[in-house]
């Protein structure tokens, strides 16, 4: 296969991995925007809704697509309901002080990490794609599949973009999000939108849990890489802004597919960690990000 | 002593935040010994004007010259060893530590810098200087408000300073206390140079030898106090009269 | 702090030590071993705390500091056959500079940029590690072999290989942190340390480098972290890559807040507490560390101050 081509199939495997991340960086953004609360367990979630994909799919017995699509329904849903619990009972109860509530989302962390260790056990397990297509390039062949979480990460992202800017719902985000204070005089009930906030954040993670699962299969430490992607991610797109946040997952995805197959992955992974501790450090609305209000 | 050297001279200080023109060009001298107060509608850029002197903000353009050294660039804390002490607007003291632990702090800041600073003797000086000596080991959040300001007070004393800014001291004082609070200004001014950001009309014409005016980020007007109450643009920038 | 309280304090680090070195008397030979970890553990928890306690600065990258130690000093036995004296100086001085270069750095972010910024760090120096695998073997780790164990000082032979030896060695380490912590504490530098973590702002308005004051105990805290770590890889003889792991930056984070985060001795507390459990609970289920977040959830939640917090908060004030 030569350069081009080799080209081409990295930039496929970087936009289907910007795909998972725009959704699962924008779940992250969202918290941290309108909560301000960094959630370390971001990334769990991710990892519960793979594994609840799989425990959905494995039950229903049937045309992959019908597990598939179950799995798209109930796995959201469930770990939305975890997150919105853990918010109720951890949370709001730290007044969402922020040093406070990275604390108490490193022990969430643990704590469905190792549920899930205890319930699902240490294997890893594949869920069966909603359908077998390859798309056959004269070079190589390129699974269907892959191209349809791009397209489902572009129908999501552009379902968020509709909610936060133009139903009722996202104009309380907004308002949560621009000034706390305000919005409660005016009337928003702040401290029930973070909660609802908290579990869309999740839901958007576990949603991008079920797409991945059947190209990377589910385990309880499958958390980790979409955690550290994820901030990074909103880190250069500028912490609390989406578009910069869609814009920085193509970034990211890009490149950590084009340098990871050109080098070794471990390097890219801490070439690029590195440089975007420094971004925060040194420019810490972002590369992408407007300046302060 | 003719022809002495203004302790502090600000040219051309400008400190804008994105569109708002907060500090706009302000020339300002303060010689040594005076006390000085700065008045000014809300918004006039007063507590961004005494943050460009010390040291809280870097101004956008123009110079600051203390004591006849360039001190533009130096950080804040730097210039408070040069003898700049600032008190906030809003009381600002560790609330965990006793009233004399709080001292000894600026204590050992000035004892850093001076051979020979008795330690217990100075904290003892400063509060003494502004009666709380009864209170040194109360913890200084368990302090009523207005023995918080001077908690404030004793701290910046404690540093010897030579220019002592206060920003809005007397602010949620009872009558009594600013009294008090004027005779103690007085007495600090016997041994420093004090600039002083006052909403209280009667405490700045008590105390103040000039007055600076700010509006809109600009010098209106400078001048004694009866200088300046006769000053009819102030009485107009103070009523809101467009101009 | 007065004279007084300051000796009250003395003479209790003074009496926990007296304890510590004459359990090694008592100990089954499993428990010295256990015993040998925990101190390793509680100087680690030590150095976390100079910073998260005294400065206010919660770093979620100290592995870092912990993995620097231990791989400066078991990399320089294994590879160049250094003496372990040698090796260990060589360490504690390698994470020193680390910590200045990543503090001169990291400082300039605030609360939770500061943590997130740690952690990033950590996380580039657990990678390093990997991918490294020709020096560091990755995740599989190296075995120090047993003859460069030992260590001819001389006067006498330093065998590693022996428990109480080793018992001995991390109770001189545990002792000499908790002395520097103490002296440190009770000068002027610690009142300027805890000023600058009761109130940031004012501390600068009175003509204090705010700055300088927050690397100094960077440095510091970083310095004892590795120290822990290059005692950690040389007594036990093993280096993996799971000591640069994230789980390596929240124990200390766990056993300073359970013991009271800002009390000199609370970290020991807190690793005697928990590393009891963990070790007891690694027995029974493969999930053993959901005890982490549940004791964080739970520390967090209802008990912020931990245990010498606590007491300090209800019966002893003058605890440091």
């Known amino acids: 296969m030569g350069f081009g081509p080799y080209l081409l199939l990295a930039t496929l495997e970087g936009l289907v991995q910007a795909a998972v991340l725009s959704i699962t960086a924008a779940g992250l953004s969202l918290v941290f925007g309108v909560m301000r609360v960094v959630n370390v367990a971001h990334g769990e979630f991710v990892m519960l809704g793979a594994v609840i994909a799989w425990f959905t799919a494995s039950l229903l017995t049937g045309h992959p697509a019908m597990g598939f699509a179950a799995a798209l329904l109930v796995s959201p849903l469930l770990v939305g309901a975890v997150a919105f619990a853990s918010e109720r009972v951890v949370l709001r109860r730290l007044d969402y002080n922020p040093e406070a509530t990275i604390v108490a989302t490193i022990g969430l962390l643990y704590i469905l990490q190792q549920t899930v260790l205890l319930v699902y056990g240490p294997d890893a397990r594949p869920v069966d794609p909603p359908f077998y297509y390859t798309i056959r390039f004269p070079w190589f062949g390129y699974s269907a599949y892959k191209l349809f979480v791009i397209g489902a990460a572009i129908v999501i992202m552009g379902g968020i973009w509709f909610v936060l800017q133009k139903t009722r719902a996202g104009l309380v985000m907004r308002a949560a999000q621009y000034d706390r204070e305000t919005a409660q005089a005016f009337g928003i009930p702040v401290d029930r939108v973070s909660a609802w906030v908290f579990a869309l954040g999740a839901m958007l993670a576990a949603i991008a849990g079920v797409l991945v699962v059947p190209i990377q299969q589910a385990h309880y430490l499958m958390g980790a890489d979409p955690l550290l992607l994820s901030f990074i991610v909103v880190i250069i797109g500028g912490l609390g802004s989406m578009s910069g946040t869609v814009l920085a997952a193509v970034l990211v995805g890009l490149s950590d597919g084009i340098i990871s197959m050109m080098f070794s992955p471990t390097l890219a992974k801490m070439v690029s960690t590195l440089l975007v501790a420094l971004v925060l450090v040194f420019r810490p609305n972002g590369l992408l990000g407007k300046a302060a209000r | 002593m003719a022809d002495v050297t203004p302790l502090l001279v600000a040219t051309g200080l400008k400190r804008h935040f994105g569109g708002l023109r907060a500090v706009d060009g302000v020339d300002f001298s303060l010689p040594a010994g005076e006390i000085r107060a700065i008045i000014g509608p809300n918004g006039a850029g007063k507590t961004t004007f005494v943050s460009l002197l010390s040291g809280r903000l870097e101004p956008s353009e123009g110079r600051v010259t203390f004591a006849g050294e360039d001190v533009t660039r130096l950080p804040a804390y730097r210039r408070v060893q040069r003898g700049i002490a600032y008190t906030f607007q809003i009381t600002n003291i560790y609330l965990t530590k006793s009233v004399a632990d709080n001292v000894r702090v600026a204590v050992e800041s000035r004892a850093r810098r001076e051979r020979g600073v008795e330690f217990e003797a100075a904290t003892l000086e400063a509060l003494q200087a502004v009666g709380l000596e009864d209170r040194a080991e109360t913890p200084a959040g368990e302090l009523a408000y207005g023995h918080q300001r001077l908690l404030e007070v004793a701290m910046g004393l404690a540093l010897r300073p030579k220019l002592l800014i206060l920003d809005e001291p007397t602010q949620g004082l009872s009558d009594a206390e600013i009294r008090a609070f004027i005779a103690l200004v007085r007495r600090i001014a016997e041994t420093a140079t004090v600039l002083l950001i006052e909403h209280n009309m009667d405490v700045v014409m008590a105390l103040a030898d000039r007055i600076t005016v700010l509006a809109r980020g600009q010098v209106l007007a400078e001048g004694t106090p009866a200088e300046i109450r006769a000053n009819s643009e102030v009485q107009a920038a103070y009523l809101g009269t467009p101009c | 702090m ?319």
């Not at chain 3, 000023?195 to 004012?202: I, L, P, S």
């Open chain 3, 2 to 320: 007065s004279r007084a309280a300051f000796a009250r304090n003395a003479w209790l680090v003074l009496a926990v030590l007296a304890v510590l070195f004459s359990l090694q008397f008592v100990l089954p030979d499993y428990q010295v071993l256990m015993a040998t970890r925990m101190m390793l553990l509680a100087v680690f928890a030590l150095g976390f705390n100079a910073l998260l306690g005294y400065v206010g600065l919660l770093s979620l990258g100290h592995a870092l500091f912990f993995a620097c130690g231990l791989y400066a000093s078991g990399l320089t036995v294994y590879h160049f056959g250094w003496g372990l004296p040698a090796a260990f100086v060589f360490a504690v001085g390698a994470s020193a500079v680390l910590a200045l270069l990543i503090g001169a750095v990291a400082l300039r972010t605030i609360r939770v940029s500061f943590m997130i910024v740690t952690l990033m760090f950590a996380q580039v120096g657990a990678l390093t590690v990997l991918y490294f695998a020709a020096w560091t073997n990755g995740q599989e780790g190296l075995s120090l072999p047993a003859s460069a164990r030992v260590a001819d000082l001389g006067v006498a032979t330093l065998d590693l290989t022996d428990a109480l030896t080793r018992y001995n060695i991390a109770y001189g380490l545990l002792a000499a942190s908790l002395l520097i912590l103490l002296v440190y504490l009770g000068s002027a530098r610690g009142r300027i340390a805890t000023a600058v973590r009761d109130n940031e702002g004012r501390t600068e308005m009175l003509g204090f480098n705010v700055f300088a004051a927050k690397l100094e105990m960077f440095v510091l805290s970083g310095a004892m972290s590795g120290a822990a770590g290059a005692a950690y890889g040389l007594l036990f003889g093993y280096l993996g890559a799971t000591f640069a792991s994230f789980q390596y930056s929240i124990e200390p984070l766990l056993f300073t807040l359970l013991g009271g985060a800002g009390t000199l001795l609370g970290p020991l507390v807190g690793v005697l507490f928990m590393v009891g459990l963990i070790d007891k609970l690694s027995e029974l289920t493969t999930a053993y560390l959901l005890v982490i977040g549940v004791v964080l959830i739970v520390l967090i939640l209802w008990f912020p101050k931990g245990i010498l917090g606590t007491v300090r908060e209800r019966w002893l004030p003058w605890l440091m």
